[in-house]
């Protein structure tokens, strides 16, 4: 899936307009930061996991770091990351633009409580150069999350 089925999903929350189309790559943390000129927290990474061969994406702050005992309290398994291969089949994005919007069916949603702390949040779009700002209750709503999950480190 790409940036324009990230607008479209976007659409019926009249949300496709406030999507940002860069000139440079927004594909990391840090480069998504240096590209909205904010934090790296800010930017709400999705991590994509196979949680008993089950694919669920965690969106957290882009200052956050998976916490392993946590993840496994919370979902039963060892965190599993997808490779490049897998985010693409399973979730329909590539690595970098991975972002919670227009997903494949199968795909569960986790909010990360690391998000809370800020104001509003920079998700990717679909694609290796796009974010979207949204106030973490924004992104709840549009990404249609399962629950929100603490499963970062402190």
């Keep these: 899936m790409s940036l324009e089925a990230v607008k479209a999903y976007l659409a019926p929350f009249g949300m496709a307009d406030r999507v940002r189309e860069f000139?440079?790559?927004?594909?990391?943390?840090a480069l998504a930061a240096e590209a909205l000129n904010c934090a790296p927290g800010r930017i709400a990474k999705t991590?994509?996991?196979?949680a008993r061969d089950v694919p669920i994406l965690i969106v957290?702050?882009?200052d956050a770091r998976?916490?392993?005992?946590?993840y496994k309290a919370r979902f039963g398994?060892?965190?599993?990351?997808?490779?490049?291969d897998e985010a693409v089949?399973?979730?329909?994005?590539?690595?970098?633009?991975?972002?919670?919007f227009a997903v494949k069916d199968g795909v569960t949603v986790y909010l990360d409580v690391s998000l809370k702390r800020f104001e509003t949040v920079f998700p990717a779009c679909g694609s290796s150069n796009s974010a979207i700002e949204l106030t973490p209750a924004e992104l709840e709503?549009?990404?249609?999350?399962?629950?929100?999950v603490d499963v970062c480190k402190n």
């Design 23 to 29: 000139p440079v790559s927004s594909a990391t943390v």
């Design 47 to 50: 991590l994509s996991f196979l």
């Design 60 to 62: 957290a702050a882009g």
């Design 66 to 70: 998976i916490d392993n005992a946590k």
């Design 77 to 84: 398994a060892k965190a599993k990351m997808m490779t490049p």
């Design 89 to 100: 089949s399973l979730v329909g994005h590539e690595v970098g633009g991975v972002c919670p």
């Design 141 to 148: 709503v549009v990404s249609q999350s399962a629950a929100w």
